[in-house]
């Protein structure tokens, strides 16, 4: 960071990789981003969390020059995004959420000509791209059209074609939503590799297991503005605990195991007979153990035992005060029950 | 893993403009583009395949005994001006086709390179010069088949394609900014057509202009689609070129000066 560019006016920023101030997009009466601020630091990976329509993507349009902000201000390694809008898409890397590249080509076609348009040469475009399609394994189905293409190798591509002039930041809209568990996971690796090499990731994720995988810091965003932000730590801290789910294998046992529950962890535990079980705040997972053997010398057998972690509905609920709306949010939802096969 | 450490923001060497070389070469890797579409997607040459085969045959047929008293001694009339009304209607595709990209998502990839702005509109419309060279020599082929020899010889013959596919071009400037503003391809198709029909046909392309009323006489000599079909037949017929040519070339070059920059404009500015 010695080395400073002569045409960079805000030298001393260099080590953020974006900082926004008081961003507003409105379209037509509503306001899609009502005054966003973020500051991401430059090698970071920065997660931007919410539901639908709460002014992710809208967020990463004005700072990717995508769309023209309203109010405030953004800038990108210290270039502004309205005054020198060709300096920041030459810093810039964009994946969108709906795969950005040319259906009716092949996905070698593709990067070629995202590379030329790079100002590569022929042999260099052609090399780029027999590279990267290594890199994200899809060298098989390199000639093939993009319309036999799965979602997961159509989102490879399209990390692919953003990383070909290598640029020091990537804004990653829901790199995962609507993959399976295994691509998803796939995603994360690759993703991971990518902040290896020095690059600063901004991404958004309707899903918190997914911020809280791969972001360093977080933000929170509702109805167009930052509610929360912080490293993933603290915003757990702000949301609550895990919770311990149990099932006896008798239900005449369910009041015993609620009692011993409170004995050993401390805490309050619920009962809900109608699912015969008994759920409470894990506060301290060590205790966990001491209340297995609890249960075992009361001679209780268990047909389940689970721990929940907080999930987006619980953040949003504890941050805004209101839950999420359910309509939008069904895929957030549906994946609450996978997550303890991913992480 | 072969990912390789990226080089850091202050040792990069940052452009704040496009050069006009870079808007060339970008506008070029559009078109190259184009044509692979093209490539993958042959059925979208239909069109300029068979209109100007089965258009050349109706009109020479229809109308040669009645206009020109034979088929024969109507060629020479028919044949410009089926030319240019074939290729000027193939240019509205441009427009229509140009909507259905911009659906796609890759045209925001193409919006957040740091590429020239007018490329990916430029390339779209350079790729398709193809099509309007495919009607173009199809029509003469058409009407060589039927028996048109051009007096003007093969050279003449050719500069006349040439001139017919510059003005085409410019032509879909008009038609690539309706593809920019409208909400649907159909849209796009029906304004074009309002526009195109009244222009074609209220000029001089398949009708002598003496046979018709003063005061539409009054207008089809304005038209610039008579002084584009006048010059194709000057050039075709007698081999000269006239100030017919220069007018055409005038209007095309005047319609890209207003419509290159106003699609640019509207196409930076839709979302």
Redesign the interface.
Known sequence: ?????P??AN?NL?NLAVEAHGLVKIFGQHRAVDGVDLRVE?GSVYGVLGPNGAGKTTTI?ML????RPDAGSAKI?G?DVVK?P??V??????T?Q????????SAM?NLI??S????LSRSDARRKAV?LL??FGLTEAAKR?LKKFSGGMRRRLDLA?S?IA???LIFLDEPTTGLDPRTRAQMWDTIR??V????TVLLTTQYLDEADQLADRIAVIDHGRVVAEGTVDELKASIGTSSLHLRPEQREHIDEVRRTVDRVLGVQAVVSPEAGKVTAPMLDADKVTDLLIALRESGIRLTEMSVQKPTLDEVFLTITGHGVDHDSTDESGALDGKEAAIS | MSMSTITPVSQRNLKRHTSFGQSLRNSFTMAYRGLLKIRRTPEQLFDVTFQPIIFTLMFTYIFGGAISGSVQSYLPVIIPGILVQTVITTSVVTGVQLREDMDKGVFDRFKSLPIARIAPLAGALLADTIRYTIATVLTFAMGYVMGYRPAGHLDHVAIAGILVIVCSWAMSWIFAFFGVIARTASSVQGISMIILFPLTFLSNAFVPAQTMPKWLQWFVHINPISHLVTAVRNLANSGTIGSDFAISLMGAAVVVAIFAPLTVRAYMRRT
Do not use: C, W
């Open positions: 960071m010695e080395e400073r560019n045409g960079n030298a260099q430059a349009s990717a020059t995508l769309l390694f270039y020198d060709h300096i898409r030459q810093l810039i890397g964009v969108g709906y795969a950005s590249v040319d259906e009716t080509l076609e000509i995202f030329r348009l790079l100002g590279e290594e890199e059209p074609a990383l290598q640029p020091p590799r990518l290896k090499t020095g690059s």
